[in-house]
């Protein structure tokens, strides 16, 4: 890392694959140094293991600090931790990290954000517009720089509707059907059912009791993709699952007044690695429900936004809302801090 010209910044993805750490000069934010642990930060019922994060991520900072040369009395300015669940799971996070992150590092600012919001900060940054992020599950966040507001996310039994879990059910219906000879079956998708699954008697013990569940059914979901190009049916339960996709996205977007130039929305997530299949549809909808929308590749990962969020906060220029839950920002003591866009 070259000479710091400003605020040392740190920025924090944890996720269903670990823990991922950056620092970066916040006058240089494209230049950083990256430590990846594989190890998923434990939730249990308190929500996310507070004590859990700590032992991972303190180490790694302190690692990025030596190793970039900066342990020689250099502090972090500003923290900011994007998580899964932060929203709903993460209090003790808010109540224990911020005096931790200052006692450790000497951080000033802390920035505890649920991993919606850095993803939306690092494919868009701080313009207005929309984010939808889609894999095993699927939800949309949206702001016009005044408030947050957010679509589905609530899981493979109440919603997540579009998904890799939804398209998976669904396809794994269809080849249920198929095999009992009800209307709406599909054969090849009865045909790749059993290659992959085996013989539809056994699916349901092989798919019941597995905690994982909305993971298995997304692993599916490749093969109604591949299977919709001959298949009516299969094509069908991809353009439902682009409507879905779609209603989610316009029930976030700003309205044209507030996005005169568009909204922008960006499209994030393994699922739309399914090219055309689900996205020929998918543009299709979104254009139908929101004629200002305005399709964006995402400039970053929600690290990446983590930083940009980092060094917002370290610079005093955040623009994004900030939100009890969505995007809390406090001191080391945990006070709450009146951010630049709090005015």
């Known amino acids: 890392m070259p000479v710091v010209t400003g605020p040392l910044v740190l920025g924090v993805d944890s996720g269903g694959s670990g823990l991922r750490v950056a620092l970066a000069d916040a006058a240089v934010p494209g230049r950083t140094e990256t430590l990846t642990a594989r190890v998923p930060v434990r939730t249990g019922p308190d929500g996310i293991d507070a004590g859990h994060m700590r032992e991972l991520l303190l180490p790694m900072a302190r690692g990025l600090l030596e190793r970039s040369g900066h342990d020689g009395g250099d502090t972090v300015s500003a923290v900011v931790i994007g998580a899964a669940g932060m929203a709903t799971l993460g209090d003790g996070l808010r109540a224990e990290l911020p005096r931790a992150l200052g006692d450790a590092l000497g951080a000033r600012t ?22 939808v992020a889609a894999g095993t599950g699927v939800i949309a966040l949206g702001t016009d720089l005044t408030a947050w507001r957010r679509a589905d996310g609530w899981g493979h039994l109440l919603g997540d509707c579009g998904s890799g879990a939804w398209i998976g059910r669904a396809g794994l219906e269809a080849a249920l059907r198929a095999h009992d000879g009800r209307r709406g079956g599909s054969r090849p998708l009865l045909e790749r059912m059993t290659a992959v699954l085996g013989p539809a008697q056994e699916v349901p013990s092989l798919l019941y009791p597995r905690t994982d569940r909305p993971a298995v059914l997304a692993a599916f979901a490749p093969e109604v993709a591949a299977c919709a190009g001959a298949d009516p049916v299969a094509a069908g339960i991809l353009a439902r699952a682009a409507e879905g996709i779609a209603e989610s996205a316009a029930a976030v977007c700003p309205p044209a007044g507030a996005a005169p130039e568009g909204c922008r929305v960006s499209l994030t997530g393994g699922l739309f690695r399914m090219g055309d299949p689900l996205l020929v549809p998918l543009r299709a909808e979104l254009t139908r429900l929101v004629p200002h929308a305005v399709e964006a590749p995402a400039a970053g990962d929600p690290l990446a936004g983590s930083l940009l969020l980092a060094g917002a906060l370290a610079t005093d220029t955040l623009r994004l809302p900030t939100h009890p839950t969505m995007l809390h920002v406090c001191d080391a003591s945990g006070r709450n801090i009146r951010t630049a866009h709090d005015g």
Do not use: E
């Open 110 to 131: 802390i920035g505890l954000a649920a991993d919606a919001v850095t993803a939306y900060a690092g494919a868009l940054g701080q313009a207005p517009g929309a984010v």
